[in-house]
Structure formats: C-alpha cells, structure tokens
C-alpha cells in the first residue's frame, strides 16, 4: 500500500464526501430543536410543538437537541455506511501498526537519513537492529524520494556522501552497506550528537 497521510486517506475512501461525523448525520435525518429570543419575555423560548412528536437526541458535547425525522431505512443506511468507515478504520489501523510501520511509525517525508547509533549492542541486538532497518528500507524508503544511511561513531561512517536518489538498486546497495558495518566501534559521548548534525548539514534533508 501507499503511504498516504490520514486526510488523503479519508478522502481516498470518501468518508468526508459521505458526511458520517455526528453533527452531519443528524443534520440529515432531523433538525435542531432551537430556542428563539422572545421580546414579550425578554429570554430565550424553545418551542414546544415538537415534543413527543418526534424521538430527540440530547448531544453530550453541547446539550444541544435533535428532532429525529428520519425513517428506518434511512437510518438502516448510514448503520451500514458507519459499519463500512470502521472496517476501513480498522483496516488502515492494522496497516499502521505493521512490519516495520510497528517500529518506525510511517515515513512521509521525500528526503530523509537514518542516523545508526548502535551503541554497545549485542551480537543478537546488533542484528535485530539490522534486520529492522533493512525492513524499512525495503518497505519504505524504496517509495520516497532520496535518503542516506549515517552510522554514528567516534569516526562516523556514511554509506553516501550526499542524499542520493531512491531506486532498488540504490536500497539493495544501502542493506549491503548496513550488513557489512562492524558491530563494535570506538564511540565518544557526542558520537550520537555530530552525526545528527552531520544529517542536519545536508540541505535537502526535510528529516
């Protein structure tokens, strides 16, 4: 799937063109219930020919009541559009929190570097990580625009000097150079800080 942000995903699906959030759902099957200044009373009147002629709807947020008019077909209607939008809520739930979107979160930005700071990890966590870089990579980077790999140490390492554009060819080569990289390396305490501002120094990178 495409990484899309969260409007154009309601849009591409049309829950917005389909009007389901409360307030649009009620201004379609019934009307408010209004209060009306009254000059002769000098305060706000509700009108009262609707009471116990319609079912009304009390909104929590605001107080404020409908008078329901709607048939039951109408109302069987949008039960199975809201049934639809959840579906495709929990639908897009699962893809968020998948594979490497689980531990990355979903990358939206064109041009990016990934600062490595393995730190003193162990063999196992040392390949953990890589594994789940080399995840991102595959399924995310692969559908931006450019991107750079830095791996933070005393002597920090680059897999390119620049950002460079995004192919297959250029993330296979990306995984190649992460699996060849030493798990132990001398580290200083700003090791972490200097790459990130070594990241920072690239102009196109938006993240």
Known sequence: QSLVSASEWLQRYGLKRNKLSLSQILSQIGFQHRK???????????????????????RAQDGSVYNLTAK???ILHFVDCLIGAIELYEQRMEWLTSESRQIFGVIQEQCIVIVL??????????????????????????????????????????????????????????????????RMTAVSHSSSAEALLEAMADEAVSS
């Open 117 to 182: 700071d393995f730190g003193t990890a162990a063999p196992a966590e040392f390949d953990l990580c890589r594994d789940a870089l080399s995840m991102v990579l595959v399924e995310q980077v692969i559908q931006i625009s450019r991107f750079n790999l830095i791996r933070a140490a005393q002597d920090l390492t680059k897999w390119q000097q620049k950002c460079t554009p995004v192919s297959e060819r250029a993330v296979k080569s990306a995984v190649g150079w992460l699996w060849k990289l030493e």
């Open 36 to 58: 009306d200044y009254v000059t002769t009373l000098g305060k706000p009147v509700a009108s009262r020919y609707a009471d116990g002629l319609f079912p009304q709807y009390r």
């Open 72 to 74: 039951k077909e109408l």
